[in-house]
């Protein structure tokens, strides 16, 4: 066989060209063109079936079926859906509705964990249907924290800090998988609230509007109206605040947990808020920088639940306990350009450019018992390390950065080639040479 673009003096001997039949005409063209017709139907249907639904109503029609796998592979689909789709995101009522909704399912999730048998559940109450059912409702409280957390109206954000202060969950790995997803939510709200500041202002005064009229609703969901009322009109004039976050996350900061700490200090730098708010953040965030590690022994049931891979390797594994929180803290005060950010801290930035020391600090033990260095965290760790002291440099200008340089340096010439430009960048920014 020829390759494409062989002209006709090719190799003598070989048979005469024919012109094609219709059969072969056929199987090489009519054949493949069916085959990706029926392929992109059944490609359409899928996206129909799975991702299509697209309007509230619609959503939201699929969030309160009788089927609960349907009802939470809708509130997967949307928590994606929710972070590309500014106007659905800035949909007040709609935003509302979910909030709505996962306080039915919490409640429902505190029945059938603590009911009696028999009572509050149904003619068909069994130990097995009711923990089927309490799996069911626990699975779509996950699903609807990462809703609300990908919204631009931060109704929600009352009720994420309920769940992720305490879960009503009596088994500690199931508690401590619901509360930690609170966090991250919680996390991703504070992105979500820099797109409602990126709005048109017609679309914000829309949003407000729509808050306005929910806000004179009694009970819960009157009052969540009216707290993001507030919070975003101050927004509008650039005076942004947390609306009780910072209190939350500051209170998981110093929970027994060490994963919860860990994200709650990821939470903690990205939320913005009054000057006494920011100093409570940049507060917490300092006493994680000298963070023992206490709890690890709480980690296990979360590294345990195999059907969270996300949060298995968000745990880590470390010969230095509490060294990836000192790390998220020190680069989030890095990233504030916190006035606390002291020498304790510098120390902690330096040595997470330091490749040797993270690779005797972060591996993975396979099942099997071998360890091997955990490539992704060190190269993570190294690169969260620039970007936060260019940040630092960009915020406090006159602070003395010079005992960070020469590890900068170094890294301008590694092997990996993000990792390379992530610290020229840096170099430059700190006055260097490219």
Known sequence: ??????????????????????????????????????????FAGVVWLVGGSRTPDEFLRHLESDNPDVRWRAANDLAQVLKRDDTLASDARFVLRLTELLRRTVRDCERLEHAPAGEGFGPGDSPPARAKALENSRKLVIFLSACLGNSAVPVGAPLLCEVARESTAADPAIAARERARAIWALANLADSLRRFDNLRPERQQVVLAELEGQAGQAGESGAWARQALDALRERVRGQPRTLGVEETLRQCASDPNPFLRLLAGQALTLWQGTADENQRIDQALFALTRDAGQG??????????????????????????????????AAGLALRGSPLVDDTVLTLLDEMLDEEELRRTFFIKSANGSETPDEATIYLTMDYALRAIAELHRRRPTLDLARL??????????????????????QLTLGGQP
């Open 296 to 329: 690890d022994q709480l980690m296990a049931p979360l590294a345990a639940m195999d059907e969270d891979r996300d949060e298995r390797r968000a745990e880590g594994i470390s010969r230095r306990p509490g060294a990836g929180i000192r790390y998220q803290a």
């Open 1 to 42: 066989m020829q390759p494409n673009g062989a002209g006709t003096n090719g190799p003598t001997g070989l048979p005469p060209v024919q012109l094609p039949t219709t059969r072969h005409m056929v199987q090489m063209f009519v054949v493949p063109l069916l085959i990706v017709v029926i392929a992109l139907g059944i």
């Open 405 to 426: 340089k020469p590890a900068v340096e170094s890294l301008t010439s590694h092997a990996n080639p993000a990792l390379r430009a992530a610290a020229q960048r840096t």
